[in-house]
């Protein structure tokens, strides 16, 4: 991703014991990169969502479990495990949390003491490049979608929701990949962003990292979408996914499901697309077996921004004491989804269809 025409990831290794990410909590307002020299950096990180995301989540987590091995003295495996063990239960609906975190412990469980610090380096690293190599090729699978629909149309409008950009992985990001790739091939994109509340990452995050790539977007409301889809508006919606079952059902940022009942309603093609790190092949049923993460209901009941002095506030927007459920994510079911994109390609969101990329797994 380019910031200020400078190449970025949102996660790097800068050299022992330091690893750098973009702070996602100051933007859209103010570029900031953070250090994480500890364990507890990492976990404050992925907590207090610095990083967010299912792709950085995941690779963040990476990254604390190499931080936790420089930490952990003896017995290294039982205070690995704890580690593990605590980053996982931070953010329970993003597969990838899980996923990175048990492949880094089970690769430093083979590990020789000499060999743990280099070994959680090397395998963070390999996490952190393919998480950044599949977006890359989410892209150029989703590219062919996009070039379909130009074929008919000046303009191809996609709608997404939520950030599913570069910021949400390491790089390229898994839904934007496609518009990125298009745009880059000389197809005129453009993107309808979802502000998505409450966290509005669409507003702030989404809508930053287009403007720096400089692709064509509108920001609009989060109830817009149905509208505009009614009006021809919107050639087709494609959203990430925070964790994705055997069957294609799609977990995905609060207010997923209403733009795909929506899209269904109205002819509009509805992509899911994200990296196979997303995949539960452990699940069937998105709704019952997903967990949903449900978060404070201070996210609902203030709104952070600039003001006109120019500083960061937050502002109450519900009657004092008015109390708020937040629920983070939701679950669109399988028959809603058109297809899934993934870095082996496309297929339909049925067992069917992803055991045709994915055989090993069934
Ligand atoms: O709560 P967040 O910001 O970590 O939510 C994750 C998301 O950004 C979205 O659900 C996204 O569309 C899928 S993650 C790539």
Same mark, same amino acid.
């Given at each position: 991703?380019?910031?200020?025409?400078?190449?970025?990831?949102?996660?790097?290794?800068?050299?022992?014991?330091?690893?750098?990410?973009?702070?996602?909590?100051?933007?859209?307002?103010? /570029?900031?990169?953070?250090?994480?020299? @500890?364990? *507890?950096?990492?976990?404050? +990180?992925?907590?207090?969502?610095?990083?967010?995301? !299912?792709?950085?989540?995941?690779?963040? $987590?990476?990254?604390?479990?190499?931080?936790?091995?420089?930490?952990?003295?003896?017995?290294?495996?039982?205070?690995? +495990?704890?580690?593990?063990?605590?980053?996982?239960?931070?953010?329970?609906?993003?597969?990838?949390?899980?996923?990175?975190?048990?492949?880094?412990?089970?690769?430093?469980?083979?590990?020789?003491?000499?060999?743990?610090?280099?070994?959680?380096?090397?395998?963070?690293?390999?996490? *952190?490049?393919?998480?950044?190599?599949?977006?890359?090729?989410?892209?150029?699978?989703?590219?062919?979608?996009?070039?379909?629909?130009?074929? *008919?149309?000046?303009? =191809?409008?996609?709608?997404?929701? @939520?950030? !599913?950009?570069?910021?949400?992985?390491?790089?390229?990001?898994?839904?934007?990949?496609?518009?990125?790739?298009? +745009?880059?091939?000389?197809?005129?994109?453009?993107?309808?962003?979802?502000?998505?509340?409450?966290?509005?990452?669409?507003?702030?995050?989404?809508?930053?990292?287009?403007?720096?790539?400089?692709?064509?977007?509108?920001?609009?409301?989060?109830? $817009?979408?149905?509208?505009?889809?009614?009006?021809?508006?919107?050639?087709? =919606?494609?959203?990430? +996914?925070?964790?994705?079952?055997?069957?294609?059902?799609?977990?995905?940022?609060?207010?997923?499901?209403?733009?795909?009942?929506?899209?269904?309603?109205?002819?509009?093609?509805?992509?899911?697309? /994200?990296?196979?790190?997303?995949?539960? /092949?452990?699940?069937?049923?998105?709704?019952?077996?997903?967990?949903?993460?449900?978060?404070?209901?201070?996210?609902?009941?203030?709104?952070?921004?600039?003001?006109? $002095?120019?500083?960061?506030?937050?502002?109450? =927007?519900?009657?004092?004491?008015?109390?708020?459920?937040?629920?983070?994510?939701?679950?669109?079911?399988?028959?809603?989804?058109?297809?899934?994109?993934?870095?082996?390609?496309?297929?339909?969101?049925?067992?069917?269809?992803?055991?045709?990329?994915?055989?090993?797994? /069934?």
């Amino acid at each position: 991703m380019d910031i200020a025409g400078k190449p970025y990831r949102t996660i790097w290794f800068e050299g022992e014991g330091l690893v750098k990410i973009i702070n996602q909590l100051a933007l859209p307002h103010r /570029f900031e990169i953070l250090e994480l020299r @500890c364990f *507890s950096d990492a976990l404050r +990180a992925i907590g207090d969502m610095q990083v967010r995301g !299912a792709g950085l989540i995941g690779a963040t $987590a990476a990254w604390g479990m190499y931080l936790a091995v420089l930490e952990a003295g003896e017995p290294f495996g039982e205070n690995l +495990a704890r580690a593990a063990e605590t980053l996982k239960a931070l953010r329970p609906t993003a597969g990838n949390l899980a996923w990175a975190t048990d492949r880094m412990f089970k690769s430093l469980s083979l590990a020789v003491p000499g060999e743990r610090r280099e070994r959680a380096r090397l395998e963070a690293q390999a996490i *952190s490049d393919e998480d950044a190599e599949c977006c890359r090729r989410i892209g150029l699978h989703g590219l062919g979608i996009i070039e379909k629909i130009a074929e *008919s149309r000046e303009t =191809v409008n996609v709608l997404t929701h @939520c950030n !599913a950009g570069a910021l949400a992985f390491v790089d390229h990001g898994s839904a934007l990949s496609p518009v990125y790739t298009a +745009a880059e091939r000389g197809i005129k994109v453009h993107v309808w962003v979802d502000e998505t509340r409450p966290r509005n990452q669409g507003a702030s995050l989404t809508a930053w990292e287009l403007g720096q790539q400089g692709i064509d977007h509108d920001l609009i409301a989060d109830n $817009a979408g149905g509208h505009l889809m009614q009006h021809g508006m919107v050639d087709l =919606v494609i959203t990430g +996914a925070d964790r994705v079952t055997r069957r294609g059902d799609a977990a995905n940022k609060i207010g997923t499901y209403l733009k795909a009942l929506a899209a269904r309603d109205n002819g509009v093609p509805f992509y899911v697309a /994200f990296p196979s790190s997303s995949f539960d /092949f452990t699940m069937e049923d998105g709704l019952k077996e997903i967990p949903i993460e449900e978060r404070d209901s201070a996210e609902l009941r203030y709104v952070w921004g600039k003001n006109a $002095a120019g500083e960061i506030e937050a502002v109450q =927007v519900c009657p004092d004491g008015s109390p708020a459920r937040n629920w983070g994510f939701d679950v669109t079911p399988a028959p809603c989804i058109t297809a899934l994109i993934t870095e082996r390609g496309i297929c339909g969101p049925s067992p069917e269809g992803i055991r045709s990329l994915y055989p090993e797994q /069934f």
